[in-house]
């Protein structure tokens, strides 16, 4: 097991390496950079002024050196202007060219700086993901308790009309994207225009004091698209166990339904939507980035938004890092958990 | 004129009945669910001379009540779009739409009486119209299908243009007559205008066209390239096997949005990348073919360089005009028959690439677990290459869940359209595309839900067609 562990880490390792790495490269690709260079200083820029902007931030060395400098392995770039001032990567605003670290990167703890929103990309990364945070924490409330429940129900009866129902609403759940369900919530539950006036079409005042009112529909719109995926998986793996050959020693036993279902078929049952549960993170991932585009939450996926639409390349690979790792984490949790969970597989 | 209500002449006496029936069957449904809980699921009874008897009871009484309503709600809503055919906008909105629409009804209506008259004859295809799920699902596809079909090639059923605007109707409400109506020019604007004064109808009808257009082919390249990497992977193992793995692993571990913002960004068109990947991902089918021919033709020259010939020569020369561009990083062929915008192209690849890893993983396993199975080691022991054993022997097998997967995966393909229109990526801004309409609409959304809705609803329900067809066709696919 330690072993397995191990090499999945390092495979982790290297998969964010190179993630990171193809992020960096396209971000700095010519056109992005002067885009970049046009949004920082002004739009009419001249090529000559935007070669010379790009090479006073460092901008213009070869990418794996650039990289390299983002990492924290290589000492990072300094640009020493006529009149003597040196600027550079490590130099923060306020801070003496000579105090300045040499290397600033990954390794050294230094995230950057965002061009953006004008801030270490530490400080805004850790405010918007404990938003998103909350977010994620009230869905998975609603969408894993919701789904097992569906996903059981209409498993333990396959083809009954309670199975019919349910498989027919999961289904319309998993074909309708964050952004169609989340238009139909505001229509009806959120619009003057019909007049039911539930809850509010916004989450902004969400980000300092989540109500009801306010959080309930964003909320629900990404757990709606997960939670036909796992109820269908739920299901299936329901309907498989059912069949089996212990179920129906039990039943002839005279164990009553509700014990054969609670006690003997759903320990069983929830083995494989464990896996997908852990799964649906990165799915979740791309609902919250819509969602809070959708509902104007100022969190991790609206900072996503922000920072590709802007080129600002620092804040985007933080923004990359944050998601690879949470994506690569939660397989490997996956992974481990239906080892621990099913004693049938093991990983030698 | 008078604005349209929305069912017109046709509400008096059918509005009343929908409005009974409706909460019937919600209730029978409702109670129906509620009772299986009590009751045994089993409606009828085989005695022992063979024949059938309904069981009696509170049961089959809320059963046969549910079939009736149900029946009862479908006969309505074909007179709906029945009357409304015959009347036009006499029968209101709705009246006015499924006279537009006459084209796809007959469509379908012969669709479905040929396939179901040659059902026995059609396999796979002609099981799906034993299921209700397979067939209303296929109905939903079919629809859209015929809508993009007609529109695309014919203009028939929209009835205005998609990006021209109209003074004075700037988020007016559906059924609005259009201000100012010359001759021959259709009088309403059907779903009302947006923000920009356009018919919302017209841009509904004519963004399907683009759906149609890109998710089965995107999706068909997807499974090109995932057929061609997935199969040798899964059949040889070892270190070919662990490589694409991981860089599939690599695509997957992606945040998709986050993908497409890198990607489909004018930027990274000026730099011609999506073209250099384009040129990857679209000679996959030329390998594909190319090696399906050459592994079963092997052995009979002659045979095989007139396949080869007939498939490969029309499919070397649209790859050719795929990839050249006038203007752009690649044009140096001299026979560029079409030109594809950028922004269309770049849409393409990204989807194509997005979807691509998974269709890689699924065939991967469906080929290391046939691989395992007797007829591919007596192919084997027959001396087959690995190709044709590969191509003839397990893809043939695996097709199953393979065709389940299309189905799905063009539905996923749908949704990412519309992501990327959402999102403003990619398709020209004034684009009628579903997924740019409902993020326009979007805006106004706490006071005007006419533009936001319809793209929804259409695209909900085509996705929904698609994943009820997959089920259908899972479900027949098991049965034999």
Known sequence: MGMFILRRVGVMLLTALCLTFLVFYLTNLYPNLEKLAKTQGNFRMSDEAVASWLEKGGYLQPTPVKYAEWLGVVPSYRFEAEDGTVTGRCILPGMEASEAPRYCGILQGYWG?????????????????????????????????????????????????????????????????????????????????????????????????????????????????GMGYIARMTRASMAEVMTAQYIRTARLKGVSFPNIVLKHALRNALIAPFTVI?????????????????????????????AAGNNDIELLLGVSVVSVIVVLVTQLISDIGYVYLNPRISVT | MEDLTWTGSLGTFLDPLLFVLVPLFALAVVARILLSFFEPDTGTQANPDGTLVATGGIWSLSARIMTWLGAALVVLVLLYVVLGVVMGTGAGILGGISQRLTPVWIALIVTFWVSIHFKRRLGLYGKLFDS???????????????????????????????????????????????????????????????????????????????VIAIAPLATLFAFMVGITLGLPAGYYGGKLDTLLSFLANLILAFPVILLFYLLVTPEIVLTGLPQYMGVVLFAFPLIFFGVLIQSRFRTQPEKNSLWLAIVLIPLFLAYMSLINEDGSKISFWPLDFFDINAGILVVFVSVVFVNSPTVFRIVRGLAMDIKTRDYVAAAQTRGERPWYIMLWEILPNARGPLIVDFCLRIGYTTILLGTLGFFGLGLPPESPDWGSTINEGRKLLSIYLHPALPPAIALLSLVLGLNLLADGLREESLRD
């Open chain 1, 113 to 225: 700086w965002s061009t953006v929103f004008r801030d270490p990309v530490s400080e805004i990364i850790s405010t918007r993901l404990a938003l998103t945070g909350k977010l994620m924490l009230w869905v998975m409330l609603l969408m894993v308790p919701g789904a097992l429940i569906i996903g059981v129900l209409a498993g333990m009866r396959e083809g009954s009309p309670l199975d019919r129902s349910l498989s027919t609403f999961s289904i319309t759940t998993t074909a309708t994207p964050e952004y169609v369900s989340g238009v139909l919530f505001i229509a009806v539950f959120a619009s003057s225009a019909v007049g039911l006036k539930w809850f509010k079409g916004t989450a902004t005042s969400a980000m300092e004091n989540a109500t009801f009112e306010n959080f309930f529909l964003p909320v629900l719109t990404i757990a709606l698209y």
């Open chain 1, 278 to 306: 852990m799964l649906q993170f990165p799915w979740l991932l791309n609902g919250v980035v819509i969602v809070e585009t959708l509902f104007n939450y100022k969190g991790f996926g609206w900072t996503l938004v922000q």
């Open chain 2, 132 to 210: 209700t799920i397979g067939m209303i699902g296929f109905g939903l596809v079919m629809f859209w299908v015929f809508v993009a079909v007609f529109t695309g090639l014919f203009d028939w059923i929209a009835t205005h243009d998609a990006l021209s605007q109209v003074s004075g109707m700037k988020n007016k409400g559906p059924g609005i007559p259009l201000r100012g109506a010359e001759q021959g020019e259709y009088p309403y604007y059907l779903l009302g205008g947006d923000n920009l004064a356009r018919d919302v109808f017209s841009r509904v009808i004519k963004g399907s066209t683009i």
